[in-house]
């Protein structure tokens, strides 16, 4: 089941609304399956009811108390931040992971992202722009369109620091909700700017809450 979470989450995610409509009308059909062989992809031989309805569940996207801080950093300060960000989130009851984007594959995040309610993105501004790893992921993630989830955006700049408005930017490009304060600071975080990162994660894990229990999730 994991490798088929995986696949669903990096192959199929973007097809999830016509999924939903096809597996409701195929149950709805007097056919029960002993195996299914999709076109590609693996071959359910045991019980299919399973994948059926765990193609269900992940198509759904219902969103969890989960949060997935994505990252990159040139010197720290933007991978400081994040570690607060996780710190006040998981003090609030969210279940949050930093995430390096130099450490973690973009397959493994997409597949980490399908049940989680928020994606908080970290970027460091290069030439007035994304850092390169943070566009990459961004650009994957503009593919399979993941639905239910908050966005957020973080990062330390010099002298300009567009970064995280290109992030809330592509968040709104994909129609997610979106957190729209921004934490964004000059160069490294000192002790004061800590209070706010805190402040920061206790707000967006109050969004959070609301968003997880206006969509009913039993999950939360
Ligand atoms: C090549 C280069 C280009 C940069 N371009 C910008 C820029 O256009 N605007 C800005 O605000 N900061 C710019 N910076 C400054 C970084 O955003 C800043 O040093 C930041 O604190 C780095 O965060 P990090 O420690 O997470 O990598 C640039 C830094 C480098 C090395």
Not at 41 to 65: D, T, V
Not at 84 to 102: F, G, R
Not at 113 to 138: E, K, M, R, W
Not at 185 to 213: R, T, V, W, Y
Request: aromatic share 10%.
């Amino acid at each position: 089941m994991p490798h088929a979470r995986k696949y669903f989450a990096n192959i199929l995610l973007l097809y999830a609304p016509l999924i939903i409509k096809l597996i409701d009308k195929f149950k709805s059909m007097p056919v029960t399956p002993s195996m299914i062989c999709p076109d590609h992809g693996i071959i359910f031989r045991k019980n299919p009811s399973e994948i059926l309805n765990a193609y269900r569940e992940w198509s759904e996207q219902k969103p969890k108390r989960k949060a997935l801080v994505i990252y990159d950093t040139m010197w720290h300060s933007t991978e400081k931040m994040a570690y607060a960000i996780v710190d006040a989130l998981t003090s609030n009851d969210v279940d949050a992971t930093p995430m390096h984007l130099k450490k973690w594959n973009r397959s493994d995040i997409i597949t980490e992202a399908l049940d989680a309610g928020a994606i908080i993105i970290g970027s460091p501004t290069l030439n007035n722009g994304l850092f390169p790893t943070v566009s990459d992921f961004l650009t994957y993630m503009k593919g399979l369109k993941p639905q239910n989830k908050i966005g957020a955006a973080f990062g330390s700049y010099g002298w300009s620091g567009e970064a995280p408005k290109i992030v809330l930017e592509s968040f709104r490009n994909l129609k997610l909700k979106i957190f729209e304060e921004t934490a964004s600071f000059k160069f490294s975080p000192g002790a004061a700017k800590k209070d706010f990162l805190i402040e920061f994660g206790k707000k967006f894990a109050q969004k959070l809450l609301e968003e997880c229990s206006e969509t009913k999730n039993p999950g939360v």
